[in-house]
T-cell receptor, first 112, second 112 residues
Framework: GQQVMQIPQYQHVQEGEDFTTYCNSS?????IQWYKQRPGGHPVFLIQ?????EVKKQKRLTFQFGEAKKNSSLHITATQTTDVGTYFC????????????FGKGTHLIIQP | DAGITQSPRHKVTETGTPVTLRCHQT?????MYWYRQDPGHGLRLIHY???????DKGEVSDGYSVSRSKTEDFLLTLESATSSQTSVYFC???????????FGPGTRLLVL
C-alpha cells in the first residue's frame, strides 16, 4: 500500500532559526495536505497542494509540492515559540474513500 | 473549529471489558474516520465510513468495530479491550474522501 515517509522525526532549533520538514511518498499523489498538532491538541489543517511544482505561502510558512508529485516540504522562516508542535503531511493517491495516508510527523522543539 | 465532539474525552478501563467511543458531528459531512495516535507511529487509520451504514477497514482494524446509524454519529467499539489499545483516539470528518479532514479533540484511553 501507499507509504508516506516524513523526516526528520524530531528537530530542535533555536528561536529565530529556520525549520524544514520533508515528506516522500512511495506513489504519485493527487494532492498533499499539511497539518499541525500543538502539544496536547488535535491535528489542524494548514494547507492543501494539488499541482505539480506548486508553492504556497502562509506568512512565514512555505509549502512545496514536487514536480513528480511524490514529495513535499514545509519550511518555516525565523521560528517562533508559537510554531512548536508536530507537523504532519498527508497524501492521497487514489480516489478511494479511505482518504489520506499520514506521515509520522516531525516534532518541532524550539529553544528560546 | 468544525463541529466535532468526542466522548468520553478520557477513559480508564480494564483489560477484557468492552469500550465504545462516540464521535458526533454537526457539519453533515459524509465521510468520518477513526484514527489512533501512538508515539512513533503518527496517525493510523482504524476504520472509516463513507455514508450511513457504509463502513470499511483501515490499516489497524483488528480488535475494533464501528457503526454508523446516523450521519452525525460514528461509534468505535473495542469488543474486549487490551493494553495494546491504550492510545489517543481521534475522529475526523471530511466532506469528500481524500480531502481536508477536520479532527475532533480526541479521547485518551488507558487500558489497565
Amino acid at each position: 500500500g501507499q507509504q508516506v515517509m516524513q523526516i526528520p522525526q524530531y528537530q530542535h532549533v533555536q528561536e529565530g532559526e529556520d525549520f524544514t520538514t520533508y515528506c516522500n511518498s512511495s506513489t504519485t499523489l493527487s494532492n498533499i495536505q499539511w497539518y499541525k498538532q500543538r502539544p496536547g491538541g488535535h491535528p489542524v489543517f494548514l494547507i492543501q497542494l494539488v499541482k505539480s511544482g506548486e508553492v504556497k505561502k502562509q506568512k512565514r510558512l512555505t509549502f512545496q509540492f514536487g514536480e513528480a508529485k511524490k514529495n513535499s516540504s514545509l519550511h518555516i522562516t525565523a521560528t517562533q515559540t508559537t510554531d512548536v508542535g508536530t507537523y504532519f503531511c498527508a497524501g492521497r493517491s487514489g480516489g478511494g474513500a479511505d482518504g489520506l495516508t499520514f506521515g509520522k510527523g516531525t516534532h518541532l522543539i524550539i529553544q528560546p | 473549529d468544525a463541529g466535532i465532539t468526542q466522548s468520553p474525552r478520557h477513559k480508564v478501563t480494564e483489560t477484557g471489558t468492552p469500550v465504545t467511543l462516540r464521535c458526533h458531528q454537526t457539519e453533515n459531512h459524509r465521510y468520518m474516520y477513526w484514527y489512533r495516535q501512538d508515539p512513533g507511529h503518527g496517525l493510523r487509520l482504524i476504520h472509516y465510513s463513507y455514508g450511513v451504514k457504509d463502513t470499511d477497514k483501515g490499516e489497524v482494524s483488528d480488535g475494533y468495530s464501528v457503526s454508523r446509524s446516523k450521519t452525525e454519529d460514528f461509534l468505535l467499539t473495542l469488543e474486549s479491550a487490551t493494553s495494546s489499545q491504550t492510545s489517543v483516539y481521534f475522529c475526523a470528518i471530511s466532506g469528500l474522501g481524500g480531502e481536508t479532514q477536520y479532527f475532533g479533540p480526541g479521547t485518551r484511553l488507558l487500558v489497565l
